[in-house]
């Protein structure tokens, strides 16, 4: 099992490039971010785009990979996103993976003064928005009328550094979105059963897992596509066990070990930030990413 981190765009680059440094030294896979103009209880605070902050970080770093976790359709547009995603591919020598999701309702939502968008809306936009990425990713002209986007002789010359494109890591519970993961997808990426997070418990948590799972297995039986194929991604910190795993070796492995018997290939954990949700004991932090991987093959 992998062990990643996400570190959110909260830092003066300063401060932060200390942080991706760290996250490289300590071992992990990869180091994401969040893709968002703002978001929760960081909202009047400093937040920086991801797209800059992944640039800098990829020049600080060598084996990382790095990428979005995840990026939306809410403000991003698969035409200017593509160009900055293969530009980033090349500054960074090829070690980006995309995570994608539908977006929600947060601030994202309503920044660019549009009313949110129903549930319906989001999916369907999805839908449109993840074929046309990939097609952007690999074909060096494209041109494209939909319902919600269109490209006309979009150039995307030279292509990514990572053939035929870079990963998508793809954020989906839902039937509609499972088959984009089965059809697009590298990777699927989870946070669980969010109807669990504040009365559920970690066994019930792990069977939701296991049914998310499940489904995304009938999708791609659905398509012909080994579901082996794919690598499962948990984002930890929104199940309801929330930052216990965090509290000690011990309990990050045990939690670790779980979710590895369902499947999962990749765990993220959130940099510590204190007098947050994310906020974690960083001498324990740290020991989890450089004993636990070792403990989890």
């Known amino acids: 099992m992998r062990l990643s981190t996400v570190i959110l765009p909260i830092h003066r680059w300063a401060e932060g490039q200390k942080i991706w440094r760290r996250a490289e030294d300590l071992g992990f896979h990869a180091a994401y971010t969040y893709d968002h103009l703002s978001w929760r209880s960081f909202r009047d605070g400093p937040w920086f785009g991801a797209m800059p902050t992944l640039t800098a970080a990829a020049s600080v770093t060598q084996r990382m990979r790095l990428g979005t976790l995840v990026t ?6 698969p035409v200017t996103l593509a160009k900055e995603l293969i530009s980033l591919d090349d500054i960074s020598g090829g070690r980006i993976t995309l995570g994608i999701g539908a977006g929600g309702t947060g601030f994202d939502a309503t920044a660019l003064g549009q009313e949110p968008w129903t549930p319906r809306e989001r999916a369907d936009r999805f839908a449109e928005f ?5 097609r952007l990713l690999t074909e060096g002209s494209v041109s494209y009328e939909g319902d919600h986007y269109s490209a006309h002789e979009a150039r995307n010359i030279p292509g990514c550094v990572q053939r035929p494109r870079l990963p998508f890591a793809v954020a989906a ?25 504040e009365n559920g418990t970690p066994e019930q948590s792990v069977e939701a897992l296991r049914g998310q799972a499940g489904k995304l297995a ?8 080994d579901v082996s194929g794919i690598e499962k991604v948990l984002l930890t910190g929104f199940t309801p066990d929330r930052g216990r795993p965090l509290t000690s070796l011990d309990a990050f492995v045990d939690f670790a070990g779980r979710h590895q018997e369902l499947g999962f290939t990749e765990l993220v954990i959130h940099w510590p930030i204190p007098d947050s949700d994310f906020a974690a004991d960083e001498k324990v932090f740290e020991r989890i990413a450089l004993e636990a991987p070792a403990q989890l093959r």
């Not at 039937?175 to 946070?191: S, Y």
Request: net charge positive; proline share 9%; glycine share 12%.
């Open 218 to 225: 009938d999708a791609c039986a659905a398509l012909g596509r």
């Open 130 to 134: 993840v074929p046309l990425l990939d």
């Open 173 to 197: 519970t839902g039937p509609r979105g499972l088959k984009l993961v089965a059809r697009h997808g590298q990777a699927w990426v989870t946070t669980g059963d969010p109807t669990l997070y």
């Open 72 to 77: 939306s359709p809410n403000f991003r547009h």
